[in-house]
C-alpha cells in the first residue's frame, strides 16, 4: 500500500495500531472483534455491533494529527 501511495503522490502517515479493530471508535472501550463483527462492551455506547474493519478505520483516522504524527494509544474512554 505504502508504494502505491507513493506512486500517486500521496502522503504515506504511520500511526501505532495497537488495539485498532478491539476498541470502540465512539467510546473507547476494548470491546470483543469476532470476523467481521464488532461489539462494544460499553452498556452505555451506542455502539452495540459495528463491523470490525470499520471500526478499524475510524480509530486509525482518529490517531493522526494533522502534522503527520502518531497520536498516544487512548484506551477505556476518551
Keep these: 500500500m505504502e508504494?502505491?501511495?507513493r506512486e500517486a503522490g500521496l502522503p504515506?502517515?504511520?500511526v501505532?495500531?495497537?488495539y485498532t479493530s478491539q476498541?470502540?471508535?465512539e467510546c473507547g472501550h476494548i470491546g470483543h472483534?469476532?470476523?467481521d463483527e464488532f461489539r462494544c462492551t460499553n452498556g452505555e455506547c451506542w455502539v452495540s455491533e459495528y463491523h470490525a474493519d470499520?471500526?478499524?478505520a475510524v480509530n486509525i483516522a482518529d490517531r493522526?494529527?494533522?502534522w503527520g504524527e502518531s497520536l498516544p494509544l487512548e484506551t477505556g474512554g476518551r
Design 54 to 56: 470499520i471500526n478499524a
Design 23 to 25: 476498541m470502540c471508535h
Design 12 to 14: 504515506v502517515r504511520y
Design 16 to 18: 501505532r495500531p495497537e
Design 64 to 66: 493522526h494529527d494533522p
Design 3 to 5: 508504494d502505491k501511495a
Design 33 to 35: 472483534r469476532n470476523g
